[in-house]
């Protein structure tokens, strides 16, 4: 097969980007770093790189329904869920997701990404706007671009600053009367750990009559009472909650009144377009609920191990937040640095990502902790005296 005479310089560009990426230590490359058994005299692995804060992927109560759902109903949905895919599970789980969430309908896609690229890029229509905390997860970010290009405007803020919002809110509320005014916020922000004043924000949408949506990525099965999420009053109008994280599987759920979640069903392109969750994945997330709800003290543990590390990494000079959450960063500046420690890190049995921009913000790179409940306190012990070993540069 002959190439396009036009594949050297596009392949040439692509090159020189990804040469000014490692340059600037910013180049991405996936490292396979299988389980290792333990070992006399070489100690345990452990891993904090990943968001299973409840150790359920591998929970034999989800293997368990994955296999049976599987062996019932096949390993695909055969279609999208308004042509032949849905099908009873299907119905099932978000009716039961709905009533987890104390909403009214609920309404599964294949990913959290997808959930918040449907909800944003479908509700916020021509003249409408979007404003988003500039923290907020990339996929937040990506449907009200979505939107912007059909017409929508977007604007950020600074992350938690509520004057700034708003005066965006009241702006376009003098420009734009009767133009739809979404406020889209993370509850527990990926990156930093802390979790949004969902109160202020909530006084904000009443104030310029706005709509509150409100990513429960990092919180659903996590915090609240029963694990529903921050959102603990029942304040956001939409939510979306991702099984990727705390349920241990894969999947996005929006819920909300019953009303938006039928007109998602009209005209959100994301759940229109693609194939239906498979009955494995369903499966996974209801049998994840199961857990959540059977077994709060992994929701214990899981918050008094994520206050002990906070403690020990304060004790090693770091400036850790006091948040109530999982995430656990360790700010060191240069992406350079971040790589270091990293390393520093895994060197002594320690698995742990550098995050760097833009990912980040420039010059506020760092290593992300994810923090799980099956870590014991001596895994806290030796986490803290590995950082507190760390070579740091003068003034750090």
Same mark, same amino acid.
């Given at each position: 097969?002959?190439?396009?005479?036009?594949?050297?310089?596009?392949?040439?560009?692509?090159?020189? /980007?990804?040469?000014?990426?490692?340059?600037?230590?910013?180049?991405?490359?996936?490292?396979?770093?299988?389980?290792?058994?333990?070992?006399?005299?070489?100690?345990?692995?452990?891993?904090?790189?990943?968001? /299973?804060?409840?150790?359920?992927?591998?929970?034999?109560?989800?293997?368990?329904?994955?296999?049976?759902?599987?062996?019932?109903?096949?390993?695909?949905?055969?279609?999208?869920?308004?042509?032949?895919?849905?099908?009873?599970?299907?119905?099932?789980?978000?009716?039961?997701?709905?009533?987890?969430?104390?909403?009214?309908?609920?309404?599964?896609?294949?990913?959290?990404?997808?959930?918040?690229?449907?909800?944003?890029?479908?509700?916020?229509?021509?003249?409408?706007?979007?404003?988003?905390?500039?923290?907020?997860?990339?996929?937040?970010?990506?449907?009200?671009?979505?939107?912007?290009?059909?017409?929508?405007?977007?604007?950020?803020?600074?992350?938690?600053?509520?004057?700034?919002?708003?005066?965006?809110?009241?702006?376009?509320?003098?420009?734009?009367?009767?133009?739809?005014?979404?406020?889209?916020?993370?509850?527990?922000?990926?990156?930093?750990?802390? =979790?949004?004043?969902?109160?202020?924000?909530?006084?904000?949408?009443?104030?310029?009559?706005? =709509?509150?949506?409100?990513?429960?990525?990092?919180?659903?099965?996590?915090?609240?009472?029963?694990?529903?999420?921050?959102?603990?009053?029942?304040?956001?109008?939409?939510? =979306?909650?991702?099984?990727?994280?705390?349920?241990?599987?894969?999947?996005?759920?929006?819920?909300?009144?019953?009303?938006?979640?039928?007109?998602?069903?009209?005209?959100?392109?994301?759940?229109?377009?693609?194939?239906?969750?498979?009955?494995?994945?369903?499966?996974?997330?209801?049998?994840?609920?199961?857990?959540?709800?059977?077994?709060?003290?992994?929701?214990?543990?899981?918050?008094?191990?994520?206050?002990?590390?906070?403690?020990?990494?304060?004790?090693?000079?770091?400036?850790?937040?006091?948040?109530?959450?999982?995430?656990?960063?360790?700010?060191?500046?240069?992406?350079?640095?971040?790589?270091?420690?990293?390393?520093?890190?895994?060197?002594?049995?320690?698995?742990?990502?550098?995050?760097?921009?833009?990912?980040?913000?420039?010059?506020?790179?760092?290593?992300?902790?994810?923090?799980?409940?099956?870590?014991?306190?001596?895994?806290?012990?030796?986490?803290?005296?590995?950082?507190?070993?760390?070579?740091?540069?003068?003034?750090?």
């Amino acid at each position: 097969m002959t190439r396009p005479p036009h594949a050297p310089s596009w392949l040439e560009r692509i090159d020189r /980007d990804l040469a000014r990426r490692a340059e600037a230590s910013l180049r991405r490359q996936w490292r396979v770093v299988p389980e290792e058994p333990e070992q006399p005299g070489r100690p345990r692995l452990i891993r904090l790189a990943d968001n /299973d804060y409840l150790r359920l992927r591998r929970h034999p109560h989800l293997i368990a329904g994955v296999c049976e759902a599987a062996k019932r109903a096949g390993a695909g949905s055969g279609s999208s869920r308004l042509v032949d895919g849905t099908s009873e599970a299907h119905v099932a789980l978000e009716a039961r997701f709905a009533r987890f969430k104390h909403a009214q309908a609920a309404l599964l896609f294949p990913t959290g990404y997808m959930a918040n690229i449907a909800l944003v890029s479908t509700l916020a229509q021509e003249g409408d706007l979007v404003v988003l905390d500039k923290h907020s997860h990339a996929s937040l970010i990506d449907g009200a671009r979505l939107a912007s290009a059909q017409g929508a405007m977007m604007r950020t803020y600074p992350h938690g600053r509520m004057d700034r919002l708003a005066s965006l809110l009241e702006s376009h509320r003098r420009d734009r009367p009767g133009r739809l005014r979404l406020i889209v916020t993370d509850s527990v922000f990926s990156m930093d750990g802390d =979790v949004a004043d969902l109160d202020a924000l909530a006084a904000l949408r009443d104030e310029h009559e706005a =709509v509150l949506i409100v990513d429960e990525a990092h919180a659903t099965g996590v915090l609240g009472p029963g694990g529903r999420g921050a959102d603990v009053k029942g304040l956001a109008d939409a939510t =979306v909650s991702t099984a990727s994280k705390a349920l241990g599987s894969l999947g996005g759920l929006v819920t909300g009144p019953r009303l938006l979640i039928e007109w998602l069903i009209n005209a959100a392109r994301p759940f229109l377009f693609t194939t239906a969750p498979p009955p494995a994945q369903v499966a996974a997330i209801d049998a994840a609920l199961d857990l959540v709800e059977s077994e709060p003290q992994r929701r214990e543990r899981l918050a008094s191990i994520a206050a002990a590390l906070r403690a020990r990494l304060r004790e090693a000079g770091f400036d850790v937040r006091d948040d109530p959450t999982p995430i656990v960063p360790i700010i060191v500046g240069a992406s350079e640095q971040a790589l270091a420690l990293a390393d520093h890190l895994r060197a002594h049995g320690i698995l742990a990502p550098a995050i760097r921009p833009p990912t980040v913000a420039p010059n506020a790179a760092r290593v992300r902790l994810s923090v799980h409940c099956e870590l014991t306190d001596e895994d806290v012990d030796r986490i803290g005296a590995t950082v507190r070993s760390f070579p740091r540069s003068p003034g750090e």
